[in-house]
């Protein structure tokens, strides 16, 4: 009832403060590269216009109405709510001269109805959808995979023909959407057909005192309209990036940026804890942390990313995709047979991932270098008997796992935690 009431008074007075102050309302949306993809929009843009952007995961019901009202997520807080109500009634009765032109805001689809809610409330002027791939997150809350494509199509749906719609080119279900809008439409993609294109995507390797060759991060290069810009990007790795980027690009061209400036502008872009980022770890090992959460796309990219890494050994830690319903043997079993190709070493963790540990036993994997654990912290110990230099690690799994736990145990500088993980504060203790 608390909950249905705060829903109720937020998505009102985001209603009446959209009225009174007419910001670009920019949503992002998809299964995975939403906050990526976010932060690259907002630091591109951040030079042109002021804004403000969502934080953290703020992306639901409640959430997107306190990008709107510079809230605070208050949780069990009474006071936190009572200055959220605060803070929209001053936005409501006075005219702030602050209030930011643009709000970029990540648009989540938890449940049925969550799209068409949050555009009912804060129809966006500029939609974009990252990926979905055939099995979508959350699907498990849904009747089936195109009940989830057809929510999240709700932020294309409700566009007008002078808005701009924001199409991934390569994932077949969102480019389906090009035909469910009334509004402009600018793909993006490595398809020669994208209009922002991606090209000559590669893994930037180096070598460590002891001579072991790790990667070092990305490059790539930028194209609309023939014209080609590179890019480089050091400390994360995976297509994704490239993804973000090249939404930014199309964002920022509707605000006449050119894409030199673009590319400028994210010159020293780092993707946020757990999402891809290259961690030192113990006796000379370089871990892949991508931690924050685990969607069955999310997974392909890691391990397809995984597979092209350099390093003496693989190593794959992987963790249970929650929230998947039927889908969730499948899906598992897929992850095992995948991983099991591709590495030296295979740790399941969770309960649905024993569907991929009996996977890749099928599939031959050598028994002793193949193990699964319930919890994450019951990895650490085992695997730093374990770890020899040249070795690089990823570790993936959904947030309900706490796989960044076996990253604390394993990174050379442990007491960094608190700025390279995800999940460090107070409240995930």
């Given at each position: 009832m608390k909950r249905l009431l705060i829903k109720c008074i937020l998505g009102l007075s985001t209603k009446r403060i959209i009225a009174k102050y007419h910001p670009l309302i920019i949503a992002v949306t998809g299964s995975v590269g939403?906050?990526?993809?976010k932060n690259a929009i907002a630091q591109t843009l951040a030079s042109r216009v002021t804004l403000r952007k969502s934080q953290r995961n703020l992306n639901s019901d409640?959430?997107?109405p306190l990008v709107f009202i510079n809230g605070e997520d208050a949780k069990r807080s009474i006071a936190g709510w009572l200055r959220n109500v605060g803070k929209a009634i001053f936005l409501m009765v006075k005219k702030s001269a602050l209030?930011?032109?643009?709000?970029?805001?990540e648009m989540g689809a938890d449940r049925p109805g969550?799209?068409?809610y949050l555009t009912g409330i804060a129809k966006p002027d500029i939609a974009v959808v990252t990926a979905i791939g055939d099995v979508p997150v959350h699907v498990g809350y849904y009747k089936n995979s195109d009940a989830v494509i057809l929510e999240k199509a709700n932020v294309v749906r409700c566009l007008d023909k002078n808005d701009l719609a924001i199409l991934n080119c390569d994932d077949e279900y969102v480019f389906r959407m090009r035909v469910m809008t009334q509004a402009r439409i600018c793909t993006f993609g490595f398809s020669s057909q994208a209009d922002i294109r991606i090209v000559d995507f590669q893994t930037k390797t180096g070598r460590d005192a002891l001579?072991?060759?790790?990667?070092?991060?990305?490059?790539?290069?930028l194209g609309y309209r023939g014209s080609f810009v590179p890019v480089s990007i050091l400390g994360t790795l995976g297509k994704p990036v490239a993804y973000a980027f090249a939404v930014a690009a199309a964002c920022a061209m509707s605000f006449d940026m050119h894409m030199i400036e673009i590319v400028e502008a994210l010159s020293d872009f780092e993707n946020e804890p757990g999402r891809m980022r290259l961690i030192p770890g113990v006796h000379h090992t370089m871990i892949l942390d991508d931690t924050y959460n685990a969607a069955p796309i999310a997974m392909r990219?890691?391990?397809?990313?995984f597979a092209a890494c350099s390093g003496k050994r693989k190593i794959a830690i992987l963790g249970d995709m929650l929230e998947l319903g039927s889908y969730a043997q499948k899906v598992h079993e897929d992850m095992g047979a995948y991983a099991a190709s591709i590495s030296a070493l295979l740790i399941f963790v969770g309960e649905q991932s024993r569907f991929g540990y009996e996977q890749a036993l099928r599939n031959g994997f050598p028994a002793d270098r193949l193990f699964h654990f319930s919890i994450s912290t019951?990895?650490?110990?085992m695997i730093r008997t374990?770890?020899?230099?040249?070795?690089?690690?990823?570790?993936?799994?959904?947030?309900g796992m706490r796989m960044e736990k076996i990253i604390k145990g394993i990174m050379a500088e442990p007491k960094k935690a608190g700025e390279l993980l995800v999940r460090q504060s107070p409240e995930w203790k």
């Open positions: 939403k906050t990526s993809t409640i959430g997107v209030y930011p032109r643009v709000l970029v805001v969550d799209i068409a001579g072991n060759e790790f990667p070092l991060g990305i490059s790539f290069k990219a890691a391990l397809d990313t019951e990895v650490i110990d374990m770890l020899q230099p040249g070795d690089i690690v990823l570790i993936k799994g959904s947030q």
